[in-house]
């Protein structure tokens, strides 16, 4: 079955870096798109960034844009965020989520349980 | 960035009776290839979110039929039907026509 195993998570201070990785399985992952998606402690879902099934296209947030990067590695069955620049208010729960269908990236499912980032000083 | 904005914010349901969520956009979420991309979701506590419906009205597989979507345009409705314990939880809508995709506030949906 599909599985989405994230990890990385941890504290760090403001203004330092930080790289998630979601580990993929179930599925051939080289052919899907995948997104990640945060949430605030005990707040709502906030999109964060999506790439391609071959990591040609990629969308970000504007909370995140020109701080985070999202990629993959297809032969390693992974994504990654790399958070650069962190500050308090990106704290929060990191999910992982593939797109349902290979053709588009509009809607996606399942998602990993998520790995916790926490900035602080 | 499209905002969406979901009513009530909570809903305390009898167990058996219907509930129902609103959800609208601050655009029309009608894409330029005729599909809307407004989904729904729910998160259970401590779960991570789960996908039950997309581009309005489509059930997502495993999703049980009690679950419906509707709407057109800026204003879309999740129902469910009979509401059971197992639908204890937040629903979000979500909208995917415009990048940034975006989420609502959610709706928390309890047992009175």
């Known amino acids: 079955q599909v599985q989405l195993v994230e990890s990385g998570g941890g504290v760090v201070q403001p203004g330092r870096s930080l790289r998630l990785s979601c580990a993929a399985s179930?599925?051939?992952?080289?052919?899907?798109?995948m997104h990640w998606v945060r949430q605030a402690p005990g707040k709502g879902l906030e999109w964060v960034a999506v790439?391609?099934?071959?990591?040609?296209?990629?969308y970000y947030a504007d909370s995140v844009k020109g701080r985070f990067t999202i990629s993959r590695d297809n032969s390693k069955n992974t994504l990654y965020l790399q958070m650069d620049s962190l500050r308090v208010e990106d704290t929060a729960v990191y999910y992982c989520?593939?797109?349902?269908?290979?053709?588009?990236?509009?809607?996606?499912?399942?998602w990993g349980q998520g790995t916790l980032v926490t900035v602080s000083s | 960035d499209i905002v969406m904005t979901q009513t009530p914010l909570s809903s305390p349901v009898t167990l058996g009776q219907p509930a129902s969520i609103s959800c609208r956009s601050s655009?029309?979420?009608?894409?330029?290839?005729?599909?809307?991309?407004l989904s729904w979701l729910q998160q259970r506590p401590g779960q991570p979110p789960r996908l039950l419906i997309y581009?309005?009205?489509n059930r997502f597989s495993g999703v049980p039929d009690r679950f419906s979507g509707s709407g057109a345009g800026t204003d879309f409705t999740l129902k469910i039907s009979r509401v059971e314990a197992e639908d204890v939880g937040v629903y979000y809508c979500?909208?995917?026509?415009?990048?940034?995709?975006?989420f609502g506030g959610g709706t928390r949906v309890e047992i009175k």
């Open positions: 581009k309005i009205s």
């Open positions: 179930g599925f051939t992952f080289s052919s899907y798109g």
């Open positions: 979500m909208q995917a026509t415009h990048f940034p995709l975006t």
């Open positions: 790439l391609s099934y071959d990591g040609s296209n990629e």
């Open positions: 989520a593939k797109a349902v269908e290979v053709t588009t990236r509009r809607w996606f499912d399942p």
């Open positions: 655009q029309s979420l009608v894409h330029s290839d005729g599909n809307t991309y």
